[in-house]
């Protein structure tokens, strides 16, 4: 089958199918919105108006546009800095418990199951201001009630909590399989030699699953970038605007104005950002983990 | 030898894929040959002057936003339509696809339009999405149909669904928009419907004293409060000023039209509406009020359907009354003048026009949707006013409940009206006064001045951006 596979015709007999579909599905809808940011289109006519690069130049210089754009940094910049520490640092403890550990990774994925229709609403329950339980906790304390979804302070924050909570079991159960599948006899020799808890997981542990949590920064990093969903159910990206994220915002002021070319220019600048923040961390980060060898 | 069977496995395989796919063709072609064959037999057989009915399976989407229980009047009207036009249709099955009024709108049918997929039948906004599609060719002209039907002058007001003298939607029914008021609450106060602005005013501050919430408030989505702010710029700056945005005859920032905004923003400031509106649903908007936590709330016509057994308002059957926003001091042009609209109804995809079987559908459904009984069904059972013209002791006979009297009675007693705002300017102003403005307002992030001034930049830049 080998000798086989290196017959061109053979090979391109076989790859005919999966290349069609990637072309089909993948590198046709991209040159096609490419094509489209250039010009001026209703989405509706039959007559689409070239105009150059004047969709770039207006988005670039759109206020709104770069407030989208900050709420997508808002996202990843919660989900690396505190979305990851806390995802780890919680694997570490589940990966330490000597009983009920499927309970606690049912428990922790649970969320991540859960549509983000449902989740929405749940919160939305729970930031609710009057009858809400973070108001009625902070009530305890003589809080005034927090507007959580209608204060544009709030608001973002809201979503923000929300959406780590989604994805957050998503990721410990990764960190967790890391973790695990550490040898045991590392950690041991470990405790032999007079090492704590502490010490064992931040010298051992954690340099072992290095190349698990840049996988998971990566995919955070992506996730944050294609957010769009749970701002839609949460705040439908409101106050005043205040929580648009740029694929909110192409939906909002693109397809419902009929501005197709305009939308089509958003989503090519949500691919190009995309790119250039995860070839970053890439070239800046991710290339400095090492293989872990045992 | 190995890599030759390989060759000729993989060719055998492509292969039989491609003769599979030719066999469909032909069995395809074959069967619609057969079906044109068998077709043209039966015509032959058939006598002279009747067509043969093909009775062949065959299936059409209706679009409708007729969901959640406040809705459950209108779809069973809907249902009955389809009843009907299936059982004159043979062959005929609808598929019922039931969207959210905003989603269908703004986004679904939108896209569809794009892709050219619309569904057979849809709810259509008239002005200014029925004109875009209209214009496109993406619409059905109707004109044909309903001087068929005998029904094109039946409509009291087809102009959202017209394009170039042709038409192309029908509006389902119309609204007025005012006030509902909590009928118990004011009994106990002993007071009336205002009938001067002053009155109205002081009626919202006692409320507000009383402990209570003056007006239901929920801006989650920006078109909720601005029906009432779209009705106060209107007192102050005239019935027609907004139809004079677009046009470049009247601008947003003129002060009679911050005068309205900054009404609004000081009943807003008052705490006159809920706190915390801003991140409340539309569902909520109704809730405060049917739960007697506020004691007006500004909406359409349509919600008296909610004051009806066995819907969510029932608790307050008999205890809800409905007035106009009085004159305010002075304010431009008709005092009494109402916002009013048939902008929402049904179009029909340019396709449905090519095949035969799906006009014949096309047009049984308007036939079966658009008669006497079916908009005397709308108004009493669902609350929402005939879009066709009706006989006024037809109507008086009809209507039984206080409520819907009363609010026949207000609408009669404006002497003109206007259309909402969003029906009138073009989608980037109502995209911009909907998810910024109006919320920056209730948020105190802007001024009714800066609202002014921002809404005619991006009206000067919509009116300069037409062919």
């Known amino acids: 089958m080998n000798k086989a596979l290196r017959n061109p015709l053979v ?3 076989f790859v005919i199918p999966a290349l069609t579909l990637f072309f089909v599905f993948f590198i046709y809808p991209i040159f096609s919105s490419i094509y489209y940011s250039f010009t001026s289109w209703n989405g509706v006519s039959d007559t689409v108006k070239y105009t150059g690069l004047d969709n770039f130049k207006k988005a670039l210089g759109d206020d709104r546009f770069w407030v989208s754009v900050k709420n997508n940094g808002w996202f990843i910049l919660f989900s690396v800095f505190i979305q990851v520490p806390l995802i780890v640092f919680f694997s570490l403890l589940i ?15 649970m969320p991540s199951i859960m549509s983000t229709a449902v989740i929405g609403i749940l919160w939305g329950f729970i930031y609710e201001p009057n009858i809400g339980l973070f108001n009625k906790l902070l009530g305890l304390f003589g809080v005034e009630p927090i507007y959580w979804l209608s204060d544009e302070r709030f608001a973002m924050l809201s979503i923000l909590i929300t959406n780590a909570w989604q994805w957050t079991g998503f990721y410990i159960v990764m960190v967790l399989a890391a973790i695990l599948s550490i040898p045991s006899e590392l950690d041991e020799a470990a405790a032999i030699d007079g090492a704590t808890g502490f010490q064992r997981a931040t010298r051992i542990t954690l340099p072992l699953i290095v190349p698990i949590i840049s996988v998971v920064i990566m995919l955070s990093i992506a996730g944050a970038m294609k957010a769009a969903d749970i701002v839609i159910v949460m705040t439908k990206g409101g106050p005043a605007g205040s929580t648009e994220v740029m694929a909110t915002y192409m939906i909002k002021y693109a397809i419902t104005n009929f501005k197709y070319g305009y939308g089509n220019t958003i989503a090519v600048l949500i691919f190009v950002f995309t790119l250039v923040v995860t070839a970053l961390y890439q070239l800046l980060f991710n290339r400095r983990s090492e293989r872990i060898e045992y | 030898m190995r890599k030759s069977i390989t060759m000729l496995l993989s060719l055998m395989f492509v292969t039989s894929a491609l003769l599979t796919a030719c066999g469909n063709n032909n069995n395809a072609g074959n069967n619609g040959e057969a079906a044109a064959t068998n077709s043209g037999t039966a015509a032959t057989n058939a006598p002279a002057t009747e067509e043969p009915v093909n009775t062949e399976p065959f299936e059409m989407t209706i679009r409708h936003t007729q969901v959640g229980a406040d809705k459950q009047k209108r779809l069973a009207i809907l249902e009955d339509v389809v009843g009907k036009v299936q059982e004159e249709v043979p062959g005929l099955t609808f598929k019922l696809d039931g969207v959210d009024s905003d989603v269908n709108r703004k986004e679904k049918l939108r896209g569809e339009m794009a892709a050219g997929n619309p569904p057979e039948i849809f709810d259509l906004f008239g002005s200014p999405d029925s004109k875009i599609y209209a214009k496109e060719g993406k619409l059905l002209d109707l004109t044909p149909i309903l001087e068929e039907l005998g029904i094109k002058d039946k409509f009291s007001n087809l102009d959202p669904f017209t394009y170039e003298g042709k038409i192309y939607g029908l509006p389902i029914g119309g609204s007025g928009e005012g006030f509902f008021y ?14 001067t602005f002053a009155e109205l005013e002081q009626q919202l501050a006692d409320i507000k004293a009383d402990g209570k919430v003056p007006m239901a408030g929920a801006s989650k989505a920006g078109w909720v409060p601005l029906m009432l702010a779209n009705h106060l710029w209107s007192r102050y700056a005239g019935p027609d000023v ?31 509406f809920k706190k915390g509106e801003l991140g409340f649903e539309y569902a909520e908007y109704t809730t405060q009020f049917t739960s007697g936590e506020a004691i007006l709330m500004y909406d359409g016509t349509w919600k008296s359907s909610v004051f009806k057994a066995g819907q969510s308002g029932e608790g307050l059957i008999g205890k809800v009354g409905f007035f106009n926003i009085p004159a305010v001091e002075g304010g431009v042009g008709d005092q009494t003048a109402l916002m009013r609209d048939v902008n929402n109804g049904y179009g029909f995809s340019a396709s449905a026009g090519e095949d035969e079987r799906q006009l014949a559908a096309v047009k049984s459904f308007i036939k079966n949707m658009y008669n006497e ?8 059972e669902d609350g929402v006013l005939p879009a066709m013209k009706i006989d006024q002791a037809v109507l008086n006979k009809n209507i039984t409940d206080d409520l819907m009297s009363e609010i026949v009675a207000v609408l009669n007693s404006s002497e003109s009206s206007f259309p909402a705002f969003d029906s009138l300017v073009q989608a980037d102003v109502t995209t911009e006064i909907s998810n910024i403005q109006i919320q920056k307002l209730i948020g105190g992030q802007t001024t009714p001045e800066k609202m002014g001034e921002a809404l005619q930049k991006v009206q000067e830049e919509a009116n300069a951006a037409v062919e």
């Open chain 2, 373 to 380: 009984e079916m908009q005397l069904r709308g108004l009493v």
């Open chain 2, 182 to 195: 909590n009928k118990e609450y004011y009994a106990s106060k002993g007071w009336k419907a205002p009938t």
């Open chain 2, 242 to 272: 907004t139809a004079k945005f677009a046009t470049g005859e009247a601008k947003w920032n003129d002060p009679n039209v911050v005068k309205g905004f900054a009404k609004y923003k000081e009943w807003v400031d008052k705490g006159y």
């Open chain 1, 11 to 13: 090979f391109i007999l």
């Open chain 1, 95 to 109: 990966a330490n418990v000597k009983k009920l550990k499927g309970l606690y990774k049912t428990a922790v994925f």
